[in-house]
């Protein structure tokens, strides 16, 4: 069964370091998308980064990079320089097409920039 | 461009009640998600369309809840009759078409159920 599992229910960064959030997934299929979205107290879920089964260089996308590696079904997200504006709910998620491209997603993790 | 669009932003109703949500897409959008996300946990799908058709709606508590797409635009999301279990947001996303990567989420609704 296809299972996202995020370890880290919350995470402290200081401000200006970079922190990485831990992803691993689980599926037998051969192709599928890896997400990442944050969800600010707000409410709203915002893309961040995605990754594909067949890429071969990892993601990055502004201040985000997303550290694949594939034998260890892991993606983990990497943020880089801290602001405080990146505390917030951080989810992964999967989309295969053994599920029909249903996205999946993990339990989250909080993480929370201290000044 | 406009995000996606939905109301109520919360909702308190009581068991038994029933509660309709609406969601109007980014335009363009022919595919349109419904997500029910728990507290403390991340969203599950609901259902999806395609234009005005059911994609997948197998997650879909299909003795109380209902959803519509019937011109291929907004949609609304309708629980009747309700349960406390129902407390949650419900996350509206659309996307261009059904495999493409990005999905756009709107701000949801909260919804109580006492």
């Known amino acids: 069964a296809q299972k996202i599992t995020q370890t880290q229910p919350g995470m402290f960064v200081q401000e200006k370091e970079a922190v990485t959030l831990d992803c691993t997934y689980d599926?037998?299929?051969?192709?599928?998308?890896l997400f990442w979205y944050k969800q600010p107290s707000s409410g709203e879920m915002i893309f961040l980064i995605y990754q594909g089964s067949y890429d071969e260089q990892n993601a990055t996308e502004g201040r985000y990079s997303l550290n694949f590696q594939k034998a260890r079904k892991s993606a983990n997200l990497v943020i880089s320089a801290s602001q405080l504006g990146d505390s917030a709910m951080y989810f992964c998620a999967m989309r295969d097409r053994m599920r029909g491209n249903d996205m999946r997603f993990g339990a989250g993790t909080r993480l929370t920039v201290k000044p | 461009e406009a995000g996606v669009a939905q109301s109520p932003r919360y909702k308190i109703i009581e068991k038994r009640q029933s509660v309709a949500f609406w969601c109007n897409p980014i335009s363009g959008h022919a595919t349109l998600y419904w997500y029910q996300q728990i507290l403390g946990q991340g969203p599950k799908l609901l259902i999806q369309f395609q234009n005005n058709g059911v994609v997948d709606d197998s997650q879909l508590p299909k003795d109380r809840f209902s959803a519509e797409r019937l011109k291929g635009v907004d949609s609304t999301l309708k629980i009747q009759p309700a349960k406390l279990e129902d407390s949650a947001v419900y996350l509206c996303?659309?996307?261009?078409?059904?495999?493409?990567?990005?999905?756009?989420f709107g701000p949801g609704t909260r919804l109580t159920v006492l």
């Open positions: 599926t037998s299929d051969q192709s599928y998308g």
């Open positions: 996303a659309s996307s261009e078409h059904q495999n493409y990567n990005e999905q756009f």
